[in-house]
Structures are given as C-alpha cells and as structure tokens.
C-alpha cells in the first residue's frame, strides 16, 4: 500500500529552520510552512504521484489564495519544492517537486510498490516454486550453502530470489538464494552477482521433498536430519561401557586388625580400611559420592579433613601440624571448641 515516511529529526532538519532566515519571516512561518509541505507531502503519497505535488493540491492545503502564495514562496525559499511541469491528458500543466531526502519526506513509489507486489505474487505461486526448488535443492546458488526453509530470522534462512529484477519471475530467473546473499545483494539490475551453475545433483532434504511432493512430482529426500544416538545408564559420557570392578569382601583378620584406642568410630574405620568400589561418572550412575575423608563423622559440621584449613573439624586454620591430623575429643567435637552464646533477640529494645 502508499505510504510516507517522515524523518525522525524531520522538525529540526535544515530545510525545515531554512524559513526563519527570509526577510518577511514572521512568528508562524515556520510551523506552518513545514505542516503545509507535510501535508501536500501526504496527498501526493497516498495517490502515488511520485513527489509531485499539483497546483490543485496546493491550494487546498493552503487553505486560500493568499495564503497558498505566501506559503508556495516560503517553500521555494526553503527548498522544500522547485517548479515542475506534468502532461495531464496530452496538456501541459505547472506542478511542483517535492525535495527527495529520507531525512525529511520520503515515499515508495510507484514502481517500487508494483514490484513489491510482483515480487510477493511469484514467490507465492507453488506451480513455480517447486520446480525451482526441485532444481536447485537446499542450497543458496549464489554461495553453494545449505538453506533453512521456514527460518525467518538468521542468514541461512532460506528464499528465492529474482536474477532480473523489476520483471516477473520464470523458472529460470527464479533461484534459491539464503537470506545474507538476498540481503546484500538487493536489487542488482546491472547483475554484478553471478549465479554458480545449476547442481547436477541437489541436496533435498525431506521439508523440500514433501513440498515437491505435494504441488509436483514426488520425489525422494537425498539426506535426512541424523537422530541423536539413545543414551545409557550404564555408559560414560563419550558412551563407552563403564567396567564395574567387584570388591572381594573382608577376611575376619582384616576385619579385626586395627586394635587400641581410637576416636573414630566402627563405620568410619571399616570405610577407611576398605573404600568402596570404583563406580562410573555420577552421570552414568545417577549419584553422587563424596570422596573427601571425614575426620570427625560425629561433628554437627564435618570439614574437608585436611590439617590446617579451619575446615578439618578443628575450628583452628593453619594451626595443625604438617603430616599429622588435628586432636579430637572422644566426644566427637574439638577439644578447643567453644560454646557459642546466642544473642538475646530483645536487646536494645525498650
């Protein structure tokens, strides 16, 4: 459909604060000059007539006749329109050119929407499509690189393109193009950008080949989309099977070798003496173990047991010496720890 467009910073463009400099400027010249242009602007736009704005059409928006000489004289000044001529059924007839400048004003013109709609009417005709797309497969003729169909947004998202603009498309001036080379290419009627060679086997895949199948001749998909490989709880992450080493049980000397005191409990010395068996990435096994030794498994809050990082159970950091544990108490708490006094939750209220 017409349509205009009117810069951003259209009310402060140099045209525009151009009507302040004529010796007779008065205080509304300005304003009303610039919404007078605007709108002999829009009429002309929405009967595509091009920027060409007629004398009819001014004196309308003028509102009178002095006016419209006043304003007609400002605009001149101001560079918004210079003197045309038109052929209106074999007369010739005074008009004025609207300035060309997207800063400003700016309207599709005629020929652009009619290609517009050209452009939309052939890509939209299945009975050409397909036979393109059976042609050229899923690849952009322009850089050979597989094409998306139904992707609107990235650079290989796939369309068709005109190699003669501005002229209806057949099957051989219609090619599958990707959306970076359309973009960058545009509407090149000079044809600067040349096509590689039709692909003497196309690659289809199975969206091109039911598309195919449904307007032409039904075809097979030459490649289809690989499936992701099953996955096993039994495997790693590079899928190799995990080896499940068995651990013999303990003999009853074993069991009973460690004698005399000592401040860790029954189930922490059997854990220390026969670690469990190796298992599979916890991914695999679907849990997860926690190797790090337990020096006090009576603690409210076991530490990482190494000496000397405030995290062993001792509460002292740097304090224990190097290759021996820190003391505990038989108790299951450090013999340093001392108890904390909660705070009163009413201090320091009246």
Request: proline share 8%; glycine share 10%.
């Amino acid at each position: 459909m017409p349509w205009l467009k009117q810069g951003d910073a259209a009310a402060n463009h140099p045209i525009v604060l151009a009507a302040v400099e004529m010796d007779e400027a008065d205080d509304r010249i300005l304003n009303e000059c610039f919404g007078f242009v605007a709108r002999c602007a829009t009429q002309a736009a929405a009967y595509e007539q091009d920027y060409i704005i007629s004398v009819g059409t001014a004196r309308q928006m003028a509102g009178s006749l002095g006016r419209y000489n006043e304003l007609i004289k400002a605009a001149k000044f101001c560079g918004y329109l210079t003197e045309t001529s038109i052929t209106v059924e074999g007369e010739q007839r005074k008009a004025f050119k609207l300035v060309e400048d997207n800063d400003l004003f700016h309207m599709i013109l005629k020929a652009e929407r009619e290609w517009d709609n050209q452009r939309k009417k052939d890509t939209r005709n299945n009975e050409l499509t397909w036979r393109v797309r059976a042609r050229d497969g899923d690849a952009c003729r322009y850089c050979g690189k597989s094409v998306a169909w139904g992707d609107t947004k990235s650079g290989r998202g796939a369309t068709y393109d005109h190699t003669n603009p501005g002229k209806a498309a057949t099957v051989d001036t219609l090619v599958v193009c990707c959306r970076e080379c359309n973009g960058r290419r545009q509407d090149d009627p000079e044809s600067t950008w040349k096509t590689l060679p039709v692909p003497a086997e196309p690659i289809i895949g199975p969206a091109t080949a039911a598309f195919i199948a449904k307007h032409g001749t039904p075809i097979e998909p030459t490649y289809t989309r690989p499936h992701a490989p099953a996955t096993s709880t039994t495997a790693t992450d590079d899928t190799r099977p995990v080896e499940q080493p068995t651990q013999a049980a303990p003999g009853p000397d074993e069991a009973t070798a460690h004698s005399g005191p000592s401040n860790e409990s029954p189930a922490h010395t059997a854990t220390a003496k026969h670690p469990p068996a190796a298992t599979g990435h916890p991914a695999a096994t679907g849990s997860r173990t926690n190797t790090r030794p337990n020096p006090d498994p009576g603690h409210r809050y076991p530490g990482s047991g190494f000496v000397g990082t405030g995290r062993d159970g001792t509460g002292l950091a740097g304090k224990g010496s190097e290759g021996q544990e820190a003391p505990h108490s038989t108790q299951g708490k450090p013999k340093n720890q001392t108890k904390r006094r909660r705070r009163p939750r009413n201090r320091g209220r009246n």
